[in-house]
C-alpha cells in the first residue's frame, strides 16, 4: 500500500509502466540504459522511486530524463522519492 503526494504538476495521472528493481555489480556498464530502452518499447509513461540517500541512482534518473514528482510513502512510513519520465 503506498501514499503518494505530487510535488508538482510534473505527476501524470495516465497509465504507466513501473521499474521496481534494479541493480548491477558495476562491472558492465549501461544496465539500465539498457532496460529503459526494453520498457520504452512497451509503455510511454515510466515511473520509479528510490531513497533519498540514493543519490548514484537521483542522478542516474535524472541523466536519463526522469523529473522528480513527488513522495512515496509506504505501509510502514518509509518514504521514497518518485521520479517519471514521459517517453
Not at 515510466?46 to 523529473?67: A, C, K, S, W, Y
Request: charged share 25%.
Amino acid at each position: 500500500t503506498l501514499e503518494f503526494v505530487a510535488a508538482s504538476d510534473v505527476y501524470k495521472r495516465q497509465p504507466y509502466g513501473v521499474i521496481h528493481r534494479i541493480a548491477s555489480s558495476g562491472k558492465v556498464g549501461g544496465v539500465f540504459s539498457a532496460c529503459l530502452e526494453w520498457c520504452s518499447r512497451y509503455v510511454d509513461n515510466i515511473r520509479i522511486d528510490t531513497h533519498r540517500d540514493n543519490r548514484v541512482m537521483q542522478e542516474l534518473l535524472l541523466r536519463h530524463g526522469f523529473r522528480r514528482c513527488g513522495i512515496i510513502y509506504l505501509a510502514n512510513g518509509d518514504e521514497r522519492i518518485a521520479f517519471q519520465k514521459e517517453v
